[in-house]
């Protein structure tokens, strides 16, 4: 069973970087597309970007500009770097196995909110 | 304002048929499979329909998934009180090169 588990900072102030790791347990992630995803408090879902074993990457062109995802193969994780954070990026984020659109599994989220 | 429109809300009472629509357009629903996904207050997104109309181990099938042309549909049978949940369709979408979601729907049973 594929479990995803986020883990970071929760706070951050504007103008910072937003970092963030998802560890995978139960598939190795060197296969497997990987995603995060976020939803600001009482909105909908958006999609960050994803990231494939051999590198490959891709990102929302809304945040292309500011945003960073990587694979760390020895501990089986998947970071995400959005710097130059401002308000409108408070929201929870979820990592999920996937990258079309089919997403599952996804982790519980966490929270991320920016505030001096 | 998402790529994808669903109406911001439905509403049922218990054993009533509903059903959420999920527009889009050719770059997106109109060439690309749709998926489902069901979420609760404070918790993730749950996985309910992929590729249009295939539910996932342990989803019941009482939820089914529909296309045609660049609409999508979720159809929920027999509603139950615990199937009061937010709804969001995704797929993907070329002219974007990547996924996108609908804005949501939050059904409530009455």
């Known amino acids: 069973q594929v479990q995803l588990q986020e883990s970071g900072p929760g706070l951050v102030k504007p103008s910072e970087t937003l970092s963030l790791t998802c560890t995978v347990s139960g598939a190795s992630i060197s296969s497997y597309y990987w995603s995060w995803i976020r939803q600001p408090p009482g909105k909908g879902l958006e999609w960050i970007g994803y990231v494939y074993y051999s590198g490959t990457t891709n990102y929302n062109p809304s945040l292309k500009s500011r945003v960073t995802i990587s694979l760390d193969t020895s501990k089986n994780q998947f970071s995400l770097k959005l710097t130059s954070v401002t308000a409108a990026d408070t929201a929870v984020y979820y990592c999920?196995?996937?990258?079309?659109?089919?997403?599952?599994?996804w982790g519980q989220g966490t929270l991320v909110t920016v505030s001096s | 304002q998402s790529v994808l429109t669903q109406p911001p809300s439905a509403s049922g009472t218990p054993g009533q048929r509903v059903t959420i629509s999920c527009s889009g357009s050719t770059s997106n629903i109109g060439s690309n499979t749709v998926n489902w996904y069901q979420q609760f207050p404070g918790t993730a997104p749950k996985l309910l329909i992929y590729t249009d109309n295939h539910r996932p181990s342990g989803v019941p099938d009482r939820f089914s998934g529909s296309k045609s042309g660049t609409s999508a549909s979720l159809a929920i049978s027999g509603l139950q009180s615990e199937d009061e949940a937010d709804y969001y369709c995704?797929?993907?979408?070329?002219?974007?090169?990547?996924?996108?979601f609908g804005g949501g729907t939050k059904l409530t049973v009455l």
């Open positions: 995704a797929a993907w979408d070329g002219s974007l090169n990547g996924p996108v």
């Open positions: 999920g196995k996937g990258w079309t659109g089919w997403f599952d599994p």
